[in-house]
């Protein structure tokens, strides 16, 4: 009997431990598809644009101010909301979310005219800015190194299965600029209803309404690493807002090409790539993860400007597949360089200012491309644009060879 009670007793933090596990389980999977849904619900109007174009007849211009005016108004929410779960709790902030990112699915269906688009996409850009702060700090709750896997993998997932999965429906549905947002309209009520069945991740705190204020709010042990990661952030964040406004246009006027599955695999072969990244470099240090990114981000650039001038669809697809391992493992080291050092209460807030930079670097440079794409035309304007982030990415490279260099100095010191 004694012997019995001893072993009951030792297998008891093993089967605690188990249950814990398969507790957060669930939890974990929720939020992941949230966060997936989200960011495939932003790539969703990507292989539309073209219709939407050719519905209402605007320029390019207006097409890269549709695209930014999502990532600008997303900045906005970070900024305001970006610290606002640290203190009210995560599920409440993810429920308005949510509740907006509905308003947003109705307005692309009610959707008559390009001032009904751009409504779309601010609600929705606010919806996503909130999403993406408090979801990432709940999954990081859960499991630090789950989480930061997961904030990595998941925004590059959902934009490929937004992509591929709006151009499916364009391709194969009638309605093709309502179907779509029909569909997300279920999916986002079903994770509205289900997200209440999961426990809070964070213990609520005072000061909800000062969190509002907007501001910038970077932990002092993580800000040296935040600066470090600046040039490869900027540049991988560039070339996404780059394929998620203008690509399939540059596709369709380079190479003639009559399907728009062409557009949707191009996309989809950058993110998808860049999943594929992440879960190959997460076991290299994080100084191999972004000089192999950057690399890769620079020789799938040169080759994607090839296939541009020379109208190549096959060189567009492959350059994509490279630079999509050079989005993925530079992004990736960027995260790992930055979001491990917060503390739980400066998760969110951290996620906050890191998305900022990245989305200003996302919508910024994308008007400029499209104003400069009107004046110039398309090619002119993407050659431009490539070589400015071939020297960002030449930078961070120069930085990291630079960095990896006073590291060994100091080790023999």
Same mark, same amino acid.
């Not at 009670?5 to 605690?16: A, I, K, T, V």
């Not at 929705?124 to 700090?137: D, I, L, N, S, Y």
């Not at 499991?143 to 998941?154: C, D, M, V, W, Y």
């Not at 209803?193 to 042990?221: D, H």
């Given at each position: 009997?004694?012997?019995?009670?001893?072993?009951?007793?030792?297998?008891?933090?093993?089967?605690?431990?188990?249950?814990?596990?398969?507790?957060?389980?669930?939890?974990?999977?929720?939020?992941?598809?949230?966060?997936?849904?989200?960011?495939?619900?932003?790539?969703?109007?990507?292989?539309?644009?073209?219709?939407?174009?050719?519905?209402?007849?605007?320029?390019?211009?207006?097409?890269?101010?549709?695209?930014?005016?999502?990532?600008?108004?997303?900045?906005?929410?970070?900024?305001?909301?970006?610290?606002?779960?640290?203190?009210?709790?995560?599920?409440?902030?993810?429920?308005?979310?949510?509740?907006?990112?509905?308003?947003?699915?109705?307005?692309?269906?009610?959707?008559?005219?390009?001032?009904?688009?751009?409504?779309?996409?601010?609600?929705?850009?606010?919806?996503?800015?909130?999403?993406?702060?408090?979801?990432?700090?709940?999954?990081?709750?859960?499991?630090?190194?789950?989480?930061?896997l997961i904030n990595s993998i998941a925004p590059m997932v959902g934009m490929a299965a937004g992509a591929l999965g709006s151009t499916a429906l364009m391709v194969y549905v009638p309605w093709p600029l309502h179907t779509v947002y029909g569909v997300l309209l279920g999916?986002?009520?079903?994770?509205?209803?289900?997200?209440?069945?999961?426990?809070?991740?964070?213990?609520?705190?005072?000061?909800?309404?000062?969190?509002?204020?907007?501001?910038?709010?970077?932990?002092?042990?993580?800000?040296?690493?935040?600066?470090?990661?600046?040039?490869?952030?900027?540049?991988?964040?560039?070339?996404?807002?780059? &394929? =998620?406004?203008?690509?399939?246009?540059? +596709?369709?006027?380079?190479?003639? @090409?009559?399907?728009?599955? *062409?557009?949707?695999? %191009?996309?989809?072969?950058?993110?998808?790539?860049?999943?594929?990244?992440?879960?190959?470099?997460?076991k290299l240090s994080t100084f191999a993860t972004l000089l192999s990114g950057e690399l890769a981000l620079m020789l799938g650039l040169l080759i994607i400007l090839l296939g541009a001038n020379l109208g190549h669809a096959a060189l567009l697809l492959g350059g994509s597949?490279?630079?999509?391992?050079?989005?993925?493992?530079?992004?990736?080291?960027?995260?790992?360089?930055?979001?491990?050092?917060?503390?739980?209460?400066?998760?969110?807030?951290?996620?906050?200012?890191?998305?900022?930079?990245? &989305? =200003?670097?996302?919508?910024?440079?994308? +008007?400029?491309?499209?104003?400069? @794409?009107?004046?110039?035309? *398309?090619?002119?304007? %993407?050659?431009?644009?490539?070589?400015?982030?071939?020297?960002?990415?030449?930078?961070?490279?120069?930085?990291?060879?630079?960095?990896?260099?006073?590291?060994?100095?100091?080790?023999?010191?």
């Amino acid at each position: 009997m004694s012997t019995t009670h001893n072993f009951s007793q030792g297998q008891c933090p093993l089967h605690h431990e188990r249950h814990r596990q398969q507790s957060s389980l669930w939890p974990v999977a929720l939020h992941s598809s949230t966060l997936i849904a989200f960011l495939a619900a932003s790539s969703v109007p990507t292989p539309l644009y073209r219709l939407y174009q050719q519905q209402w007849g605007f320029s390019s211009t207006l097409l890269a101010v549709v695209f930014a005016a999502y990532a600008l108004v997303l900045l906005l929410a970070l900024l305001v909301t970006g610290r606002l779960s640290d203190h009210v709790g995560r599920r409440p902030v993810i429920s308005l979310a949510l509740a907006l990112q509905l308003v947003s699915m109705v307005c692309f269906l009610c959707a008559d005219g390009v001032h009904w688009l751009i409504a779309a996409r601010v609600v929705q850009g606010f919806a996503t800015g909130m999403a993406t702060a408090a979801v990432g700090a709940a999954l990081l709750d859960l499991s630090r190194e789950r989480g930061t896997l997961i904030n990595s993998i998941a925004p590059m997932v959902g934009m490929a299965a937004g992509a591929l999965g709006s151009t499916a429906l364009m391709v194969y549905v009638p309605w093709p600029l309502h179907t779509v947002y029909g569909v997300l309209l279920g999916i986002f009520l079903a994770l509205l209803g289900l997200i209440w069945f999961m426990p809070e991740t964070t213990e609520r705190r005072p000061g909800a309404w000062a969190s509002l204020k907007p501001r910038i709010t970077v932990p002092s042990q993580a800000r040296k690493a935040l600066l470090s990661v600046t040039f490869a952030n900027v540049a991988v964040w560039m070339l996404g807002g780059f &394929y =998620l406004s203008l690509m399939p246009s540059l +596709i369709m006027t380079v190479t003639k @090409a009559n399907t728009p599955w *062409l557009g949707g695999f %191009v996309v989809a072969a950058l993110t998808l790539t860049g999943a594929v990244a992440v879960l190959t470099a997460r076991k290299l240090s994080t100084f191999a993860t972004l000089l192999s990114g950057e690399l890769a981000l620079m020789l799938g650039l040169l080759i994607i400007l090839l296939g541009a001038n020379l109208g190549h669809a096959a060189l567009l697809l492959g350059g994509s597949i490279i630079a999509g391992f050079g989005f993925g493992a530079s992004f990736l080291g960027a995260v790992r360089s930055v979001l491990p050092l917060a503390q739980p209460h400066e998760r969110a807030g951290l996620m906050g200012v890191f998305y900022i930079e990245s &989305y =200003l670097a996302n919508s910024l440079p994308t +008007i400029a491309i499209g104003y400069l @794409a009107q004046r110039t035309g *398309l090619l002119v304007a %993407v050659n431009v644009y490539g070589l400015v982030i071939a020297v960002l990415a030449g930078s961070a490279i120069a930085l990291l060879c630079m960095q990896a260099r006073n590291h060994q100095e100091g080790e023999k010191a």
